[in-house]
């Protein structure tokens, strides 16, 4: 029993977890600073706690246990997500994306389905054998991976439901689709992005609106534009070292909504300025290339696969978060993992780098 514990604290992957709660700890640095309501830093550190407990027990677990369990996670993820379009569900900030039990007790079912989703594909591909993939095989791939994502994308929540498509890519990238299909797809992607540009321009939804105040900002209404005006001059005020701890006044004064939560890069970016903002986008890096080393190293398909395909949400995560906060891409209400406010996100998070280090301690274990 004593040399089972020291070969799990010596394979144990301290370098990740320091990486995770070095940003977590950036996060609740700085929700503290730009707290629009009390308590807020509080709230964080429980989520927080909570989720290193599960990351702590998930590591326990051999990680191939709790894929062979893939499948009803996946069911309780459907019927969680399913839920929202009962009285249980509620509508936050204009997506009905939140599950309520009670007053006090809400969490988002859609953070929890994507990685129970991914455990599923991480299940099915990681026994298909044939490369290429047939279409058969893709088919019930897709099966599985639109079923939720329908069910969130009809929750309005169109971020989220993008952030699926991350890792199912990937996924489905690495257990071997054919180049031509690859390209393909691709093509169809650019056709579909040319052909809807006279669409976006000329329609008035509210997601239209969103994506030319980013790309035709003339052609937005000005209240559609004022969130990325915001968050923009909360960057740029930053300069290159930033205003120091609680020095941020576009946050702290209620000019960048969400300020805690979709924008706290932008409050990070106006404290710590360039030099800070850098910093926090190096350590989101060394997480993912250390998610990928762990992918790499795994001896089996399904813990490679299901390593990446975290590391392909994370990356989309924060390339889309970032990305929206300095004006390169629309707004879609995106946290950016570890750092923005909220619970349920943090748990999730946890969870899956606690399966990654499942592998990770596993990678030696036929």
């Known amino acids: ?10 394979d144990f992957d301290w ?40 990351l702590f027990l998930t590591t326990m677990y051999d990680y191939r246990r709790i894929v062979n369990v893939a499948p009803y996670l996946y069911v309780i993820g459907i019927v969680l997500l399913a839920l929202i379009f009962t009285p249980l569900g509620k509508v936050v900030n204009g997506n009905r994306s939140w599950l309520y039990f009670g007053k006090s007790f809400g969490f988002q079912p859609s953070e929890l389905a ?57 996924t489905l990238f690495l257990a071997g689709v054919r180049w031509s299909w690859v390209a393909a797809a691709l093509a169809s992607l650019v056709i579909v992005l040319i052909v809807s540009v006279p669409y976006v321009k000329a329609c008035k939804s509210y997601k239209c609106e969103r994506v030319k105040a980013v790309y035709w900002p003339e052609l937005a209404e000005k209240r559609f534009r004022y969130q990325n005006d915001q968050a923009e001059i909360a960057v740029g005020s930053g300069g290159i070292i930033g ?5 941020s006044t576009q946050g ?64 989309y995560h924060v390339t889309v978060n970032v990305g929206m906060v300095v004006r390169l891409l629309p707004i ?27 592998v990770r301690l596993r990678r030696f274990v036929n």
């Open 15 to 54: 370098v990740l977890l320091s990486l995770a709660l070095g940003v977590a700890a950036f996060g609740v640095l700085e929700i503290s600073s730009a707290e629009p309501l009390p308590g807020l830093w509080r709230r964080q550190l429980v989520g927080l706690g909570i989720g290193l407990v599960v």
């Open 332 to 358: 879609m209400g995106i946290p950016l993992p570890l750092m923005s406010f909220g619970s349920t996100s943090v748990v999730a998070t946890c969870f899956g780098l606690g399966l990654a280090i499942s």
């Open 114 to 170: 994507k990685l129970f989703t991914l455990l599923f594909l991480a299940y099915y591909l990681g026994r298909v054998r044939k490369r290429p993939l047939d279409l058969q095989t893709i088919l019930i791939a897709t099966g599985i991976w639109a079923l939720p994502t329908a069910l969130v994308f009809a929750e309005n929540d169109t971020g989220s439901a993008l952030s699926y498509t991350s890792f199912f890519v990937a």
């Open 1 to 10: 029993m004593g040399s089972v514990n020291r070969r799990y604290i010596i």
């Open 252 to 315: 702290t004064l209620g000019f960048v909504p969400e300020v805690h939560n979709d924008f706290i890069y932008a409050v990070a970016g106006e404290e710590w300025g360039f030099v800070g903002s850098a910093l926090s986008l190096t350590v989101y890096l060394l997480i993912i290339a250390r998610l990928i080393q762990i992918a790499r190293r795994s001896r089996e398909r399904v813990g490679m696969l299901l390593v990446a395909g975290f590391a392909a949400l994370l990356l």
């Open 243 to 247: 205003k120091g701890p609680g020095g």
